[in-house]
T-cell receptor, first 114, second 113 residues
Framework: QQQVKQSPQSLIVQKGGIPIINCAYENTAFDYFPWYQQFPGKGPALLIAIRPDVSEKKEGRFTISFNKSAKQFSLHIMDSQPGDSATYFC?????????????FGSGTRLSIRP | EAGVTQFPSHSVIEKGQTVTLRCDPI?????LYWYRRVMGKEIKFLLHFVKESKQDESGMPNNRFLAERTGGTYSTLKVQPAELEDSGVYFC???????????FGSGTRLTVV
């Protein structure tokens, strides 16, 4: 079964809007929650990540909100730009080590309209 | 530094044929991972090498898939014989293992017809 559930599958937002992508997980052994951004023809690239000991992390226009009790986390993109159009993957990794495998969500194809 | 290099970038083969994908990790990265994304679904873990040893191969779908990492440098993933359901994008990633920072390659798009 899918360990990290991501929604929506696709999202269209006007420039300047705030797209929100949501993810949920079940496994309490997950200890690291990264978001990856993928442009067409490229591999996923780490965008921002959070550990469960904080409820929010902000890097530039990108913010992760984390709700440990609900086992949910989300990505917000402030002042979205057409260049943000990409596929976004949430992910989670167990606590064993920093070299552990990453479990990905199914991805959200985001399109920012000019 | 050079990134993770994968080739070929695309491969179209017939069902029953054999295909070998190659990944060159970032120099000095002991950890090498293979992942696969089937159309529209999640990126799924296949296996993890630490140097030349298989650390975790729990994601390998069946014995038609064989991964090797000779001398702890580049890695190959062979599919023999290929089936239609093997179609997808195969990603390789590497890391130092001292933090969670994977670097992914651009992937190999495999189409089995």
């Amino acid at each position: 079964q899918q360990q990290v559930k991501q929604s929506p599958q696709s999202l269209i937002v006007q420039k300047g809007g705030i797209p929100i992508i949501n993810c949920a997980y079940e496994n309490t052994a997950f200890d690291y929650f990264p978001w990856y951004q993928q442009f067409p023809g490229k591999g996923p690239a780490l965008l921002i990540a959070i550990r469960p000991d904080v409820s929010e992390k902000k890097e530039g226009r990108f913010t992760i909100s984390f709700n440990k009790s609900a086992k949910q986390f989300s990505l917000h993109i402030m002042d979205s730009q057409p260049g943000d159009s990409a596929t976004y993957f949430c992910a989670a990794s167990p606590v064993q080590s920093s070299a552990s495998k990453i479990i990905f969500g199914s991805g959200t194809r985001l399109s920012i309209r000019p | 530094e050079a990134g993770v290099t994968q080739f070929p970038s695309h491969s179209v083969i017939e069902k029953g044929q054999t295909v070998t994908l190659r990944c060159d990790p970032i120099s000095g990265h002991d950890n090498l991972y293979w992942y696969r994304r089937v159309m529209g679904k999640e990126i799924k873990f296949l296996l993890h090498f630490v140097k030349e040893s298989k650390q975790d191969e729990s994601g390998m779908p069946n014995n038609r898939f064989l991964a090797e990492r000779t001398g702890g440098t580049y890695s190959t993933l062979k599919v023999q014989p290929a089936e239609l359901e093997d179609s997808g994008v195969y990603f390789c990633a590497s890391s130092t293992g001292f933090n969670y920072g994977y670097t992914f390659g651009s992937g190999t798009r495999l189409t089995v017809v």
